[in-house]
């Protein structure tokens, strides 16, 4: 019988105990071997197997590396292990006894226990592969979190049970083991804390709770729920009238005056000294975990100033960069590297010399030492004199002489020789496979970076093509290149091939920005690795937040995008390159997609309060506060960006939404008109795009469509990008849904999945799920439940293969009209409810169905809010899935059942104001509102005559 360990620690084992060391050294076979082990016996198709692990290869080599993988797989397990029927392979559970397997079969038959003590951890834990698919990735995060919340489901039962039969240490255990499993879940912590309570131990209850409270601030900047608060206020007032408790306070003082532990009642002072010996010792072992838990972090080091004395630059400027990536090179080391640098030099006072300036660089770093040297000519080729620097007081703590024949030697002798020094190793492999081979690529490349961090992108992109031109394999240059490309192309596919070739930092980096680029789920992953591997620089913590924010999981990238804005701040005074401003337009964005207006005005206010010389710190702001239609302020500051850029119609896309949404339509249209015809090319086209919603939100479908196919004339023609043509199509089968021409609409929706938009399959994959939920939109209105049943399979199909957390939640959408259809409420709010990516910046036709929902199944006050959370929304992108008076005349008749009259009038009125001149197709809806005003308005004029 073999062991297979997958849950926390991964481990294999024979039946007699010995480890299988050849099955966990090498990813992709225990990734395949997990694989098939999570089946459960079950068959694995080849060809799914062959598309998960080995996906750049061709049918032909990638069943030579199955076969391959298997043979050494069957090799270790023994040759039953793994059984094959016809194209299915499949692990015969009579052999393998799997921990995941166990933990899942003891949670179907209902012991709890049993299961809990299967569940070691996360599965799969810090195994990477590299070059599996993203489908291989998106199956394993979503297993991972499938075990691990059915884990935290048997734990909160086990809670229950032992409370419920008096079991108190029990339940504090289990308790304790369910906030292990879900830290930052509020009703897992109430659950602790109400245990503790229960067990009377009042002070732990309240530990807890602060512990829990100061993360939530901390990493959150949110509050505990009222039921958390209301259960410590009850804890609280619970102690303070029960007699002859010692406080904390009390505990406090007792502890830091031994002396007044006499009591004048002779009853109490064994009591009292217990109490103080208990809280001592207690203190005592905290203090112990406190000291272990913040263990002495490794040395942080930055390559400072190498002075040429060569007479070629070139060779002082590639010594500093390969110093920089061979030190990195090492999982000990923790170094700056030469971009971070760049950046900040252009942070740091300008007085003195670059030495000086370099070191106030390293220090803004967050670096501890700092390395300076000269380079010479010798007799064995160069010579470097290297000085080890501690920024604290400025003097050497180790000096050395290298010698070498090129700078590549020069470098891995003085990396060897200065990690010695801090009693790391050498970094395995040659330096040389891992950089460029040309010093003069390198000294481009240097040179490029510190363009790129002056904001200088004209002279960057010119000395990265330069060092591309001079060593085509120079990865970080063609990764450079790359990102600075308008469109994906065979720059970042050669960049994502060279990555290999890098050091960890750098195949990281590329991995993680180009993953993103491609929408590929596998992006979240790389940019995690990344920040967790390299503290030291923001690039990976603010990838990690946005790529969380992409995800749809925009609470958990508070943390990493307030941690980049520490890190960077120094950026926000100056003019160049700025990750702060990236992390506080994000972290804005992340409140807003959780509808915590207040926190996201806060952050915008702040950035805009920290760095106001930079006009585009105004934007977030903006968009907040329009948000929340504060629109006088909107104008205001819009007025303020406009003298700033030196443009009076630089803004007028969002002067015309303002319009649009405070109902003022005539002057909307005719501000628009102005614009169209004082402006030319893109603009025009762009004004012309903003007048097409205008016509669509009065209703005027027929100019809509018109306008709409004179936009898509006009992108069919080069260089109109495909983009273009996909946003001008996309608007026409908007319109013609909204005209009842819902045939045409699928027709349009399946012509343009024949030539999905994008450039890489996960882009396609996107593009596909978009339009089909749009068709289903189209289907619903015609009824077809069956034709909604295949779509949502397709469209969870294509949404896995994306990293884009709304179009992930698709296919729930598409169940959930599906469900309205067949009258089944309550199933279609359900399904509604995990489709929303965002409540103001989804995809609001969500909100209006989910609306229509609640609606239906008696809940007017929860539909009113989706209704108005889709009004607060853009106009523009997910905005485009409604119309904002269909969502007035929905809000309206919320309102009404609500009994807020006041409120109802007002939305009805919009929708009549906006349908004023609109089509007759509209003439029902307009004569609704108007009925609905005209009934109110007698209602309210009925009952103060009455009064």
Not at 105 to 131: E, I, K, M, N
Not at 884 to 900: N, Q, S, T, Y
């Amino acid at each position: 019988m073999i062991h297979l360990r997958l849950l926390g620690t991964v481990d294999a084992r024979d039946d007699l105990g010995a480890p299988l060391k050849r099955i966990i050294a090498q990813p992709k076979r225990l990734a395949l071997l997990a694989y098939l082990a999570l089946g459960n016996g079950q068959l694995r198709m080849r060809d799914l197997l062959l598309a998960q692990f080995w996906p750049e290869l061709d049918t032909t080599h990638a069943r030579a590396a199955l076969r391959q993988a298997l043979h050494h797989l069957r090799r270790d397990l023994g040759e039953g292990a793994i059984t094959g029927e016809g194209e299915g392979l499949a692990m015969n559970m009579a052999l393998v006894q799997c921990d995941a397997c166990d933990f899942a079969r003891h949670v179907t038959a209902g012991d709890d226990a049993a299961a809990l003590d299967c569940y070691g951890g996360t599965l799969l834990d810090g195994v990477h592969v590299s070059d599996a698919s993203t489908e291989w990735e998106a199956w394993l995060d979503g297993e991972r979190a499938r075990l691990r919340d059915m884990a935290l489901a048997a734990a909160r039962r086990l809670v229950s049970a032992a409370r419920a039969r008096g079991d108190l240490e029990g339940a504090v255990t289990l308790a304790r083991r369910a906030c292990q499993l879900a830290p930052d879940d509020d009703a897992t912590a109430c659950a602790l804390v109400s245990a503790l309570s229960a067990q009377g131990d009042a002070c732990g209850a309240l530990r807890v709770h602060e512990a829990f409270a100061r993360r939530m601030r901390r990493e959150f900047e949110l509050d505990v729920s009222p039921e958390m608060t209301a259960l410590v206020a009850r804890i609280r007032s619970e102690e303070r009238s029960a007699p002859g408790i010692i406080t904390p306070v009390e505990a406090a003082a007792i502890i830091s005056a031994p002396h007044a532990v006499r009591s004048t009642e002779r009853s109490w002072p064994r009591k009292r000294a217990l109490a103080v010996a208990v809280m001592a010792m207690a203190a005592f072992a905290a203090a112990l975990a406190w000291r272990a838990s913040h263990a002495p972090e490794p040395t942080v080091l930055a390559i400072g100033l190498i002075r040429d004395h060569t007479g070629s630059p070139e060779l002082a400027a590639a010594v500093s960069e390969l110093l920089a990536t061979d030190m990195a090179r090492d999982a000990g080391s923790r170094v700056i590297s030469t971009p971070r640098m760049f950046e900040l030099l252009t942070q740091v006072d300008s007085a003195g010399g670059e030495r000086q300036r370099m070191a106030r660089a390293a220090r803004l770093a967050g670096a501890d030492e700092f390395l300076e040297g000269a380079l010479y000519r010798d007799s064995t080729g160069l010579r470097l004199e290297l000085d080890r620097v501690d920024l604290r007081t400025g003097r050497a703590v180790n000096s050395r002489t290298i010698s070498g024949a090129d700078p590549f030697v020069l470098a891995e002798r003085a990396t060897g020789g200065v990690l010695g020094t801090m009693r790391i190793g050498p970094p395995r492999g040659r330096l040389q496979d891992v950089v460029a081979n040309s010093p003069m690529a390198l000294r481009f490349y240097q040179e490029g970076v510190r363009a790129r961090s002056q904001n200088d992108m004209a002279a960057a992109k010119r000395f990265f093509a330069a060092a591309v031109a001079e060593d085509s394999s120079f990865a970080m240059a063609t990764f450079a290149l790359a990102v600075m490309q308008d469109s994906v192309g065979p720059l970042h596919y050669r960049a994502l091939h060279l990555a290999e070739r890098t050091s960890d930092r750098e195949r990281l980096l590329i991995q993680a920005t180009l993953a993103h680029t491609f929408d590929d789920p596998a992006a979240l992953a790389f940019a995690e690795t990344l920040a967790v591997r390299y503290p030291s620089e923001p690039d990976g913590a603010l990838m990690l937040g946005q790529a969380l924010v992409y995800e749809g999981r925009p609470a958990e990238a508070i943390p990493p995008l307030r941690q980049v804005i520490a890190m960077d701040s120094a950026s926000l005074r100056s003019s160049d390159a700025c990750r702060a401003c990236e992390a506080y337009s994000e972290l804005a964005s992340a409140y807003t997609h959780m509808d915590s207006m207040q926190a996201a005005e806060r952050v915008a206010r702040e950035y805009h309060a920290r760095a106001p010389a930079r006009v585009q710190s105004l934007y977030p702001l903006i968009d907040i506060l329009d948000d929340q239609r504060h629109f006088d302020e909107v104008r205001a500051l819009l007025g303020q960006m406009e003298v700033a850029n030196g443009s009076a119609l630089g803004e007028y896309g969002h002067r015309a939404d303002l319009l649009i949404k405070e109902g003022r339509f005539g002057e909307a249209e005719a501000y628009l008109q102005r614009v169209i015809e004082s402006t030319h090319g893109d603009d025009r086209a762009n004004a012309q795009w903003g007048y097409t919603i205008l016509l669509r939100n009065e209703g005027r479908y027929r100019e809509a469509l018109a306008l709409a196919e004179v936009l898509r004339q006009r992108d069919a023609r080069p260089p109109a990008a495909f983009a273009q043509r996909y946003w001008s199509g996309g608007m026409r089968a908007m319109i013609l849904h909204d005209m009842g021409r819902y045939a045409e609409v699928i027709a349009l929706r399946d012509s343009s999945m024949r030539t999905p938009y994008g450039s890489t399959l996960t882009r396609k994959s996107r593009s596909l799920a978009g339009e089909m939920t749009q068709a289903a939109a189209a289907r619903a209105e015609m009824g077809d439940t069956a034709g909604l049943r295949t779509i949502a399979e397709q469209v969870e199909f294509h949404g896995s293969r994306t990293g884009y957390g709304m179009v992930r939640r698709f296919h729930h959408y598409v169940r959930g009209l599906r469900y309205g259809l067949l009258g089944r409420h309550e199933d279609a709010v359900r399904e509604l409810r995990a489709s929303i990516f965002s409540p103001v910046t989804g995809f609001v036709r969500e909100n209006y169905e989910l609306g229509k929902e609640l609606l239906a199944a008696g809940r007017p006050a929860e539909a009113a809010y989706w209704f108005d959370a889709g009004l607060r929304g853009p106009l523009g992108a997910g905005g485009l899935g409604v119309t904002r008076p269909k969502l007035e005349l929905m809000l309206g008749r919320a309102r009404e059942r609500m009994g807020d009259t006041l409120g109802a009038v007002a939305s009805y009125e919009y929708a009549m104001a906006a349908w004023e001149h609109a089509d007759p197709v509209v003439h029902p809806m307009r004569a609704e509102a108007a009925s609905r005003v005209q009934a109110l308005r007698a209602v309210r004029v009925k009952n103060s005559t009455m009064r």
